[in-house]
């Protein structure tokens, strides 16, 4: 199965055209989660509404789907809209009978899944929960934030399956809710926007925390996504940087 972080790392790789990903040195005091019993620690994708946070989710969806590891669950409270349209979401049609599409509508029906996840058949092999800030906005406490996110986090390391939840930071009126998830989720991928005057279509800068080579998302005016490497970092091999970190 692909790791949390390393679905998200591969989803990149694979909208820039397979460049090779390079992992960097953690920063001083990150603080290591894997212990939580999955593969690898839960990520949280944090970025603003446009930013195609649930296209990337459901890219990362097919990608684990065609491992073969097993169930891939997609946790939303609408359906998806429309598929994405980019080269990697037009696959075998029989990759989606692999990926179930759950729609909690609250927060109550949120947690009642969590807590009745280890009923379901077959296990998970990665859970993927899109727009968190949705079921907080409406009471934006606190204690529904750590809530949640102790139930998902004991939830998938009880069943040791990979988790990636997305959300969009600092909604109006859940500012505190998410000092909570934050706290539970040191693993993130951030997305930020970036000012360009030379082209009309949106951009994001990609970063991950603890730290990985950066991208640049691009979300083209059709709604259409596609990911391009920083020109400081395109030219770079594995060897440069490795010689850089020396």
Known sequence: MLGNDMSLLSVFSELCG???V????????????EGCGCQEA???LLGPPG???SSLLFVAAVLA???????????SREPLQEVPRERRAARDPLILKQIRFVYPPSL???LHFFSSLHETSPSPSLILVDGLHRYLSSTGSLTDAAHISALMLDSVSQLRC???????????????????IERYFPNQCILCPVMSAETEERQFKVSFRPPHRQWILHVEQDGGIKVSVPD???????????????
């Open 162 to 180: 990979g988790l990636i939840v997305s959300a969009v930071p600092n909604v109006e009126g859940s500012d505190g809710a998410f000092m909570a």
């Open 232 to 246: 400081s970092q395109a030219h770079k091999s594995p060897n440069s940087e490795a010689k850089e970190k020396t």
């Open 108 to 110: 109550k029906e949120l």
């Open 42 to 44: 839960p990520v949280l």
């Open 22 to 33: 390079t992992p960097v040195t953690p920063e001083p005091g990150y603080v290591n989660t």
């Open 51 to 53: 930013s195609r946070k």
């Open 65 to 75: 789907a065609e491992e073969g590891a097993g169930l891939v669950l997609f946790l």
């Open 18 to 20: 397979s460049v090779v």
